[in-house]
């Protein structure tokens, strides 16, 4: 039967039921019905942090942490704290960094590890929570790609942070009230932020200010440590074990199947798996449709498969299926046309669907490891000789 592992939160349990509204919303202002025990810490602009953090603004948020823009006093620089609600046990986090940065300096991917500049516990009305200080970034890839009106292949982000892109900051901040009218609690903050972009389109970035980075390791484990029977990875991103064999916790395979789908997505448009509103079973449609026939025991335990194919394959809608070539010719091929970029083809096209294509295969099993990943084809003919040559760029 298809299994709700993707629905579990941190703890293995059934997410909770949405509270009740208390606050009015704020758009893209973190809900402040989680400012509550064991939730979100209150922070505003210009509080201190550890003794030596003065807050400037407020950079992102998410489901487990808040985090902000501030001035180091001691080292006399911008940092990002990464404040974490108070039911999160951010340790692991806190380990994973510290264990990624402890390898040789030598090692090819140790560059891209934020360091981890220091950490602390902040105690507030909402509980204990776990602070993690590293250099801020400007913008995630898929940010400059959308800022940009064209779609480089070569996107980045830089971690300059200067204030000069702090404009009319006053704006983003809003006054926050309860839709009873009541006073707020203690452990709710009196206004809310907005979160402010740094970043700018892709083009109008120099290579010289490149410095990429891979971000956010709330969710990391270690398989050989921790057994993880689900995952918070985006829908989209979701390897399909996750739906079938909960009886077996994930590991490495899970992130070459998230992997392939995110390099299919920085040289596309369009991400691979691609659903308006993703559900076990949109998600599920959208892997049959592109990659073809479930294994028989995962087709068969597939309740709602006769409702979307039949025994051929054929949509039951009678649309046609986007099968792989289609998927690539759309989010790929068509935009690099449009933009007047080269397109993949020839020997490119073929050594990266073969990487591709079996990093996507159903059982995890049958996936490449990642040092087969690097060995491929596509990876030493194409994609390290540019990294190698973007780094050159950037250190010129």
Known sequence: MVHENATKTAEGKSDAK???LSYLPKEEVEPFERYSPGGYHPVRIGDQLGSRYQIVYKLGFGASSVTWLAQDEQAA??????IAIANADHVLERDILRLLQ?????????????SLLDDFEVKGPNGVHRCLVTAPARMSIAEAREAS?????????SRNCPLRYMKDTASLILNQQRLDGQPLGSGVPSHGVIPIWLGDASE???LSEVDTLLNDFGESFQPVKTAHHYSHTPCILRP???FFNSSSPLSFPADIWALACTIFAILGQRPLFDTWFPSIDTIIEEHVDTL??????WWISWKNRDNIFDGNLTRIDG?????????????????RREFGLAEITGEEKAALSALLEPMLAFKPEDRPSAREILQSEWMIKWALPELKWALIQTTA
């Open 102 to 114: 402890s390898q040789p300096e030598m090692h090819p991917g140790k560059a891209r590890i934020p």
């Open 77 to 82: 620089a911008y940092v990002a704290i990464k």
């Open 292 to 297: 073809s026939r479930l294994p028989p025991d």
């Open 319 to 335: 649309a046609p299926r986007r099968c792989w070539e289609e998927r690539f010719e759309f989010a790929i091929q068509k935009p």
């Open 240 to 242: 399909p074990e996750l």
């Open 18 to 20: 949405t509270p009740m």
């Open 149 to 157: 009106y064209k779609h480089h292949r070569f996107l980045a982000f």
């Open 204 to 206: 109008k970035i120099e």
